[in-house]
């Protein structure tokens, strides 16, 4: 993990509320963190953020300074909802917690939508 990363995790780890169950994983080539077993950030190596949004918002949240759409790499959109910050556009605590906080609004979505255990929203039981 770069310094960039580590200082930007530690700051992101910060706005989390410390009863929430968080887990940092390496994914998408950045130090990604887990609530409640869904990413919300991915810390990328040069000190940008990649946030996992509600893809309803995506477009007003695209145009907020420093944001793009995330991709997967040149030319491959990773898709509504993914979206990445520009390090200067989070230098400030508080435009972090923006958008740590949108992250999280998301996750609670998500979280309050998940399937019950062995069910798929789409195709029913799980197979085994």
């Not at 990363?5 to 910060?14: D, G, H």
């Not at 609530?35 to 907020?64: P, T």
């Amino acid at each position: 993990m770069t310094p960039e990363q580590s200082v930007l995790v530690e700051r992101v780890r910060a706005l989390i509320p410390d009863e929430l169950p968080v887990r940092e994983v390496s994914m998408f080539g950045a130090r990604s963190v887990m609530v409640n077993e869904k990413m919300i950030v991915s810390a990328l190596k040069g000190g940008g953020l990649l946030v996992r949004v509600d893809a309803e918002r995506h477009d007003e949240l695209l145009a907020r300074p420093g944001a793009e759409q995330a991709e997967m790499g040149p030319g491959r959109d990773m898709g509504p909802g993914w979206i990445e910050v520009a390090a200067e556009a989070i230098d400030e605590d508080q435009r972090l917690a923006f958008w740590v906080g949108t992250a999280m609004d998301y996750n609670r979505e998500a979280i309050a939508h998940r399937p019950r255990d062995g069910v798929t929203s789409r195709s029913g039981p799980m197979r085994r």
